[in-house]
């Protein structure tokens, strides 16, 4: 039987996250092409591209159905019919966890009563990846508020959708294979930073520097080999591929975009995702790495209303839908380049503070941060008066993968 990788990413890229520290792309009015790169911002189409799924994984389904998970509190959100082969991935996950469905049309907020009937803990949100943009993380954000009264985060929750229904079910049966074993974590982290010229966070002294040795600490701390990898000091692209192959947690720190991670000189894209040996997590919060469809260019110039400002990456070509498809249990990303460039480190701090925290869990603590919502008033970007700044600094990091799940078992 082929070797089963399992990736859970944690791919820090922070310096996409503060403006003045990306750069800025000239807009093209083309359609979206294979890749993007950070000098060339999305195109302004507001019509999406047809998906063309590359092929699905041949790694085969193996697990007993018999094997279950069950977790206390487990709800699956989902708003894929039950004629849809997408749902099959629901059916996998409901009879591992021993979950229940709570099914919505079009707005999330419709399950509002149905989770106050429920003592919550877990919540798996699984859509086609086309229903996932900014604003529907925004909403789900919104709705974890207000299950209990207050401002707090009522349960953990993650994303859960691939390019192919092949892609979720496989997802699911890379849990499995984790958490009963099969499957072992290398106890390796890596920080990737882009270094050099264009390097995040400035040179030797500046915050990216400061930031990769706090979180190189925190991971030894927790007994991984633990180290930095300078871009500018890789001779070819193929040494941090190997880097990503073997890795059982990396942390991106560089340039990027939803299909593309920038490695000073080198692009890497969905076509150069390996195969994987290990279980992998990956922190990446470069601009736009976790966006899997619909994207806000925040670079350009202020238009008329925040909605001028989306395009549509190509779904297929995604950084976070091909590391899941390569075998990654959890990818954290960030859907826009406003916001607060460390919010990996305080996941990181989270897991180093209880390292029996689920990553659902891990993410739950940064949507605790905010005590309330926080509304933009006379902003340099006139779209955004009135809007709530929470969506862009906390609302748009989010989790692909099962919520309940232990980076370290």
């Given at each position: 039987?082929?070797?089963?990788?399992?990736?859970?990413?944690?791919?820090?890229?922070?310096?996409?996250?503060?403006?003045?520290?990306?750069?800025?792309?000239?807009?093209?009015?083309?359609?979206?092409?294979t890749t993007l790169s950070p000098t060339t911002?999305?195109?302004?189409?507001?019509?999406?591209?047809?998906?063309?799924?590359?092929?699905?994984?041949?790694?085969?389904?193996?697990?007993?159905?018999?094997?279950?998970?069950?977790?206390?509190?487990?709800?699956?959100?989902?708003?894929?019919?039950?004629?849809?082969?997408?749902?099959?991935?629901?059916?996998?996950?409901?009879?591992?966890?021993?979950?229940?469905?709570?099914?919505?049309?079009?707005?999330?907020?419709?399950?509002?009563?149905?989770?106050?009937?429920?003592?919550v803990t877990f919540v798996a949100i699984m859509?086609?990846?086309?229903?996932?943009?900014?604003?529907?993380?925004?909403?789900?954000?919104?709705?974890?508020?207000?299950?209990?009264?207050?401002?707090?985060?009522?349960?953990?929750?993650?994303?859960?959708?691939?390019?192919?229904?092949?892609?979720?079910?496989?997802?699911?049966?890379?849990?499995?294979?984790?958490?009963?074993?099969?499957?072992?974590?290398?106890?390796?982290?890596?920080?990737?930073?882009?270094?050099?010229?264009?390097?995040?966070?400035?040179?030797?002294?500046?915050?990216?520097?400061?930031?990769?040795?706090?979180?190189?600490?925190?991971?030894?701390?927790?007994?991984?080999?633990?180290?930095?990898?300078?871009?500018?000091?890789?001779?070819?692209?193929?040494?941090?591929?190997?880097?990503?192959?073997?890795?059982?947690?990396?942390?991106?720190?560089?340039?990027?975009?939803?299909?593309?991670?920038?490695?000073?000189?080198?692009?890497?894209?969905?076509?150069?995702?390996?195969?994987?040996?290990?279980?992998?997590?990956?922190?990446?919060?470069?601009?736009?790495?976790?966006?899997?469809?619909?994207?806000?260019?925040?670079?350009?110039?202020?238009?008329?209303?925040?909605?001028?400002?989306?395009?549509?990456?190509?779904?297929?070509?995604?950084?976070?839908?091909?590391?899941?498809?390569?075998?990654?249990?959890?990818?954290?990303?960030?859907?826009?380049?406003?916001?607060?460039?460390?919010?990996?480190?305080?996941?990181?701090?989270?897991?180093?503070?209880?390292?029996?925290?689920?990553?659902?869990?891990?993410?739950?603590?940064?949507y605790d941060v905010p005590s309330g919502p926080?509304?933009?008033?006379?902003?340099?970007?006139?779209?955004?008066?009135?809007?709530?700044?929470?969506?862009?600094?906390?609302?748009?990091?989010?989790?692909?993968?099962?919520?309940?799940?232990?980076?370290?078992?």
């Amino acid at each position: 039987m082929k070797k089963i990788a399992v990736l859970i990413v944690l791919l820090i890229i922070a310096a996409g996250c503060i403006s003045e520290e990306e750069e800025t792309p000239e807009i093209s009015s083309s359609p979206p092409t294979t890749t993007l790169s950070p000098t060339t911002p999305a195109p302004t189409t507001t019509s999406p591209p047809e998906a063309t799924a590359p092929p699905t994984s041949s790694v085969p389904v193996t697990t007993p159905a018999s094997i279950v998970s069950p977790v206390e509190g487990y709800v699956i959100l989902t708003n894929i019919s039950q004629d849809d082969p997408f749902y099959k991935g629901v059916l996998k996950l409901r009879d591992y966890r021993e979950a229940s469905i709570v099914s919505f049309n079009t707005d999330v907020q419709e399950t509002l009563e149905e989770l106050r009937s429920k003592d919550v803990t877990f919540v798996a949100i699984m859509m086609r990846p086309e229903m996932i943009d900014e604003d529907f993380a925004y909403d789900v954000f919104q709705l974890s508020k207000e299950v209990d009264p207050g401002y707090t985060t009522d349960f953990a929750y993650g994303f859960i959708t691939g390019i192919t229904p092949k892609d979720v079910l496989q997802y699911v049966e890379n849990v499995i294979l984790y958490e009963s074993g099969h499957v072992k974590l290398n106890p390796e982290f890596r920080t990737i930073w882009r270094t050099g010229e264009g390097a995040v966070g400035g040179g030797v002294g500046g915050w990216g520097d400061q930031m990769t040795q706090d979180v190189i600490n925190l991971f030894r701390q927790l007994g991984f080999d633990a180290d930095r990898i300078d871009t500018d000091q890789l001779s070819t692209k193929q040494e941090l591929l190997s880097e990503i192959s073997q890795t059982g947690v990396l942390h991106f720190l560089l340039h990027g975009s939803p299909g593309t991670l920038l490695c000073a000189g080198s692009v890497i894209t969905h076509l150069d995702i390996p195969e994987l040996q290990e279980a992998l997590f990956i922190f990446n919060s470069a601009c736009y790495g976790g966006c899997i469809y619909k994207v806000y260019n925040q670079g350009m110039s202020a238009p008329d209303t925040y909605a001028d400002r989306a395009w549509y990456a190509e779904t297929s070509k995604t950084l976070p839908l091909n590391f899941l498809k390569n075998g990654t249990l959890g990818y954290f990303g960030h859907m826009c380049m406003w916001g607060d460039n460390k919010w990996s480190l305080h996941l990181m701090k989270a897991l180093a503070a209880n390292n029996e925290i689920t990553i659902g869990e891990m993410i739950k603590e940064w949507y605790d941060v905010p005590s309330g919502p926080s509304i933009v008033k006379g902003a340099s970007n006139p779209d955004t008066e009135g809007m709530d700044w929470n969506r862009f600094t906390y609302a748009t990091v989010i989790l692909y993968g099962d919520p309940a799940l232990h980076i370290l078992m």
